[in-house]
């Protein structure tokens, strides 16, 4: 299996992911303040948006690989 098989595949389930879900989210913890043995800590929930054309274009540019790499022998 080459190389361009390979990033092909990964680009197409990448994009199907971010056009079907939209996007994802984590929590990030940060320390505030720290004083002696007291540490005041915060959870922060953080989303990141994945836009449409990145996602179609992802599946254009994997699907594009596939067909070049099954083409060259």
């Not at 007291?38 to 179609?56: D, F, T």
């Amino acid at each position: 299996m080459g190389i361009a098989k390979i990033v092909g595949i990964i680009l197409l389930v990448l994009g199907g992911v971010g056009l079907f879900t939209g996007g994802f989210s984590f929590t990030k913890e940060t320390t505030q303040a720290q004083i002696g043995p007291l540490k005041l800590q915060v959870k922060e929930q953080e989303s990141v948006n994945v836009p449409q054309w990145l996602s179609i274009g992802a599946i254009v540019i994997g699907g594009l690989l596939l067909v070049v790499g099954f083409t060259r022998k």
